[in-house]
Every structure is written in structure tokens, then in C-alpha cells.
């Protein structure tokens, strides 16, 4: 039989239904298909479906799966390609690169559980989809004759967001890049604290979307920090500027120090400015309106010490685990990151040390130590 990929010969209709007798009638893989979540098939050497687990009935929409057994992974999935060519799934010139066929090729051939990411085309009806589905193949002996074992892991969503990921960091880089060379000839044409403010605040967001590249990336750790001298002015100057019309500022009153360390800092501006703004960031979202929070730095032997004070308590509770990562108070996903990031950029990238007490009649106490070197 003619095919450009895996053979195209099927099972007889009463090898089919011996095959299936076998499946059905085996504990061992009826307790498979029962107990393991996720998406299960069994398959013959034929690469015809034999058995399913009731999430992959669930997932096609039926209760019977009568009338899927006998065809091939391809065919039951709806794939657009399953029918190019009389044999089908397998058959065609585009099951070559198809992850699900390859997986299935390499298990019978004995080598061993092969999992492979096969892009599939669906079609039904008028409705066409993209998938990206995970299959991870392996062969099972039942009677003395080999059987596949398949696990499918629908990764759709997550392929889409790395993609979707990569793209926006593609174009925000650009973007960011323009933007940054536009404030900088804005400052060598306008010597206003204007022109200066709007440079900085293009320097903060190129530096942010380096930081997030490697967030998103699992790499967060290889980010290599710069190392610049700064002062207490020269950041509570930045700081300044970012709250001076911030939302959560809005009738409240930041209490600035009236003097200053004279210590110079070695770090990255950047970094230390994203742990203390996330600082006073807190504090003010925990003070209700007319109330204050206070800012002020303290010199250490080997420290600049960044201080930020308001009145509201942490409950105990949330104490133990104002650090950990995905844990907040506020509701929705992707929140509990801001003081996770605040411990982990300023004691793992900075050197530094964060920390925090707090108390009904102290109020609450935030610490940041930036070491000198």
C-alpha cells in the first residue's frame, strides 16, 4: 500500500475486535485508563485505537467510544491532513513531520517511551483549530502482542503565550530602543528637569524589560547587574519622581528625610530603585487616605539602609509568608509578586538584605540594605 510516512495497513475487522477483547479485558489497562488522569489511548500495531480513557471521551464530546475504535489518532482528533490520502493518518506527506506518528514509529520500533510535540490542524464542520498537543508514546505486551500506549498533554496554551511572549518582547524592545534614543537627544537639546525626568524614566523602562526578558525566561538568576555609584540623594531623587503623581499617593503624604547619608553605593540603580519602589509602593497602598508613610536611610558600616515606614499592621498570619512566591492577601491571578521579587532582587542579584517587622503598636517597618560594594 502506497504511503509517505508510517505503513498503511489496518487490522482486519476481526483483529480489530479481538484487539479490543484484549484491552477490555485486561486489569491492567482498564486500571490505567482509570486511574491516571490526562488523556490515555491505546493503540494496535496498526496504530488503531483500541481503547480510551473517559477525559479523552469526555474531550471528543461522546459517551460511546464505539465509533472512534478502528481509527487512527489522526481521524479521531479530526486532523485536517487525516484524509489526504485513501489510507489516512500516517499515510499522507505531512505525517513525516506530525509529532504524534513519529512517537508512534519510534515505540514500535523498541525504542523505548518517545514523547514528541505534534502541531495539529482540526476541522470540524465549519470550525477549524490550532493545537499544540503533547504525545508521549510507549509499547505494552498484552497476550504477546504489542500495543500502544499513549499520553496526550494539550499544550496549546502554553506554546501560545511563549510565542505571544517572544513577540512582545521582540517589539517592545525595539519600541523602548527608540524611545530611550529620542529622551536622550531630548536631554542634550533641553536642559529642563523635565526633559531629564522623562530620560530617566526611559533608562528605568529599558532596564525593566531586560529584567522581565529574563523573568519570563527561567533565567532570572543569569541576569548580570551593573555596578554604579549612587547616593541616598541621587535615589530618593527617583523615587520622588515616580510617586510624585502615582494613583496610590493620591491624599496621602510621603514624610521625606530632612538629612541624608553622605555613603556612596556601588549597585545597580535600576534594581535597588525597583525593590524600594515596590516598598513604598506596599506601604502606601496599606495607608488609608490622610495617612503617612514615612521614607528615610540610615548609614551601616558596610550599608546604605533604605527605611520605609506606615501604620497599618501585617497580620500574623500573613507574616510568615509576606515572601513567598504566588501568595497575596489581594485576589486574582498573578499577584504575590511584589514582595517575592523584593527579597529575591535585593539579597539575589544585589547582595543586599530585606526585611521587614511588624506590629499593632509599632505599625509596619520595611529594611533594604544595599551593601557598599
Known amino acids: 500500500?502506497?504511503?509517505?510516512?508510517?505503513?498503511?495497513?489496518r487490522a482486519t475487522d476481526d483483529q480489530l475486535?479481538?484487539?479490543?477483547?484484549?484491552?477490555t479485558t485486561s486489569a491492567v489497562v482498564q486500571e490505567l485508563l482509570h486511574s491516571i488522569g490526562g488523556l490515555i489511548a491505546v493503540l494496535d500495531e496498526h496504530r488503531q485505537v483500541v481503547g480510551l480513557n473517559d477525559s479523552?471521551?469526555?474531550?471528543?464530546?461522546?459517551?460511546?467510544?464505539?465509533?472512534?475504535l478502528g481509527l487512527r489518532l489522526g481521524e479521531v482528533l479530526g486532523c485536517v491532513h487525516s484524509k489526504d490520502e485513501p489510507h489516512g493518518c500516517?499515510?499522507?506527506?505531512?505525517?513525516?513531520?506530525?509529532?504524534?506518528v513519529i512517537a508512534m514509529v519510534a515505540a514500535l520500533k523498541g525504542e523505548g517511551p518517545v514523547e514528541e510535540l505534534c502541531s495539529l490542524s482540526t476541522s470540524k464542520g465549519d470550525m477549524t483549530a490550532e493545537y499544540a498537543i503533547m504525545v508521549r508514546a510507549s509499547t505494552l505486551k498484552l497476550e504477546g502482542q504489542t500495543f500502544i500506549l499513549l499520553f496526550l498533554h494539550d499544550v496549546t496554551v502554553?506554546?501560545?503565550?511563549?510565542?505571544?511572549?517572544?513577540?512582545f518582547f521582540h517589539d517592545m524592545g525595539n519600541m523602548f530602543t527608540g524611545l530611550l534614543g529620542a529622551s536622550q537627544y531630548l536631554v542634550r537639546e533641553d536642559k529642563s528637569e523635565m526633559a531629564a525626568m522623562?530620560?530617566?524614566?526611559?533608562?528605568?523602562?529599558?532596564?525593566?524589560?531586560?529584567?522581565q526578558r529574563c523573568l519570563f525566561k527561567n533565567d532570572f538568576?543569569?541576569?548580570?547587574?551593573?555596578?554604579?555609584?549612587?547616593?541616598?540623594?541621587?535615589?530618593?531623587?527617583?523615587?520622588?519622581?515616580?510617586?510624585?503623581?502615582?494613583?496610590?499617593?493620591?491624599?496621602?503624604?510621603?514624610?521625606?528625610?530632612?538629612s541624608l547619608p553622605l555613603l556612596s553605593v556601588?549597585?545597580?540603580?535600576?534594581?535597588?530603585?525597583r525593590v524600594m519602589s515596590n516598598m513604598v509602593l506596599n506601604a502606601l497602598e496599606a495607608t488609608e487616605e490622610h495617612g503617612e508613610v514615612k521614607l528615610w536611610f540610615e548609614q551601616e558600616p558596610d550599608a546604605l539602609q533604605f527605611c520605609v515606614w506606615n501604620e497599618k499592621a501585617i497580620p500574623d498570619d500573613v507574616q510568615c509568608r509576606i515572601f513567598q512566591r504566588s501568595f497575596s492577601t489581594k485576589e486574582g491571578a498573578g499577584r504575590g509578586v511584589g514582595t517575592f521579587s523584593m527579597q529575591l532582587i535585593g539579597e539575589k542579584l544585589l547582595g543586599g538584605k530585606v526585611s521587614f517587622s511588624s506590629s499593632t503598636t509599632q505599625g509596619t517597618l520595611f529594611k533594604f540594605q544595599i551593601p557598599v560594594h
Do not use: N
Not at 475486535?17 to 484491552?23: A, D, G, L, N, Y
Not at 500516517?90 to 504524534?100: E, I, K, M, P, Q
Not at 555596578?227 to 493620591?250: N, V
Not at 556601588?266 to 530603585?273: F, I
Open 266 to 273: 556601588k549597585t545597580d540603580k535600576s534594581l535597588a530603585l
Open 158 to 167: 502554553e506554546h501560545l503565550r511563549a510565542a505571544l511572549e517572544r513577540t
Open 90 to 100: 500516517g499515510t499522507t506527506r505531512y505525517c513525516s513531520t506530525c509529532g504524534a
Open 221 to 258: 538568576l543569569e541576569y548580570r547587574p551593573s555596578r554604579d555609584d549612587t547616593t541616598a540623594g541621587e535615589l530618593l531623587a527617583e523615587l520622588k519622581g515616580i510617586f510624585a503623581k502615582h494613583d496610590a499617593a493620591t491624599d496621602k503624604a510621603m514624610i521625606l528625610p530632612d
Open 198 to 211: 522623562i530620560h530617566r524614566a526611559a533608562l528605568r523602562l529599558h532596564k525593566e524589560l531586560e529584567i
Open 17 to 23: 475486535q479481538q484487539e479490543i477483547v484484549k484491552v
Open 56 to 68: 479523552f471521551l469526555k474531550t471528543l464530546g461522546i459517551d460511546d467510544p464505539g465509533p472512534v
Open 1 to 9: 500500500m502506497d504511503t509517505h510516512f508510517a505503513p498503511a495497513e
